[in-house]
């Protein structure tokens, strides 16, 4: 299995333009999440899918935050307009919904909004 | 404080010496795990400590559990320099639907060469 995979790796951007990170998940994974890293803040939930439905979106900022997941395999985190606040590094992972709940990390998207 | 605290938040240490890190965490929980984060890198999972057991081992790996104490101690043994990086330990919450996990704010690990 490759893991989870996301793209892009590095994004720059200018503030006010829309940013669109995805996600692919662990095949038969059926729990995905999307967290935000950053020096002052450490890691952050923003919001995580069961079974490709929303179950909590309390960790997503603000209204310029968005996420989908259309499908078992697919998830995608936008932001609308973003600002310089939103750079950070965003990670997308994937668990099994069982026993233990371990998850799997994707490698990142390093997202700069100059 | 938050769910999931580790300490120190930095440590560093020689080469073959021994690591100790703690973590304290508040609800009651059936599991602890443990994940380490390279630079630049997404968190890896290292072990699971479930919460009948007092302790596992993985190699060079050590993880105590004290439930009445609310706590736990990763312990890494004859550390190298590729050991170098942040710790996590993580919580988990089962709720109506899904899970999620509340990980602590990590220690940051240095093995000096």
């Known amino acids: 299995d490759a893991g989870v995979i996301q793209s892009p790796r590095h994004e720059v951007t200018e503030m006010g333009q829309e940013v669109t990170l995805r996600c692919k998940p662990i095949?038969?994974?059926?729990?995905l999440f999307w967290y935000r890293q950053t020096m002052m803040r450490g890691l952050e939930l923003l919001i995580y899918?069961?079974?490709?439905?929303?179950?909590?979106d309390s960790g997503m900022p603000e209204d310029r935050f968005s996420a989908k997941m259309p499908n078992a395999s697919f998830s995608t985190l936008k932001i609308q307009p973003s600002e310089p606040r939103d750079s950070a590094v965003y990670f997308c992972?994937?668990?099994?919904?069982?026993?233990?709940?371990?998850?799997?990390f994707g490698p990142g998207t390093r997202l700069t909004v100059t | 404080s938050q769910q999931g605290e580790e300490d120190p938040q930095a440590l560093s240490i020689q080469e073959g010496e021994n690591a100790t890190m703690n973590c304290s965490y508040k609800?009651?929980?059936?599991?602890l795990q443990w994940y380490r984060q390279n630079s630049g890198r997404g968190l890896v999972h290292l072990i699971l400590?479930?919460?009948?057991?007092r302790e596992k081992h993985s190699g060079r790996l050590r993880v105590t559990l004290d439930t009445s104490k609310k706590s736990s101690s990763l312990l890494i043994t004859a550390s190298r320099a590729a050991d170098t990086a942040s710790y996590f330990c993580?919580?988990?919450?089962?709720?109506?639907?899904?899970?999620?996990?509340?990980f602590g704010e990590g220690t940051q690990l240095t093995v000096n060469p």
């Open positions: 095949s038969g994974h059926n729990s």
């Open positions: 993580a919580t988990p919450h089962r709720e109506t639907s899904g899970s999620r996990l509340t």
């Open positions: 899918f069961n079974n490709n439905v929303p179950i909590d």
């Open positions: 992972a994937s668990s099994w919904a069982g026993e233990g709940f371990e998850q799997y």
């Open positions: 609800t009651s929980i059936n599991n």
């Open positions: 400590i479930r919460s009948n057991e």
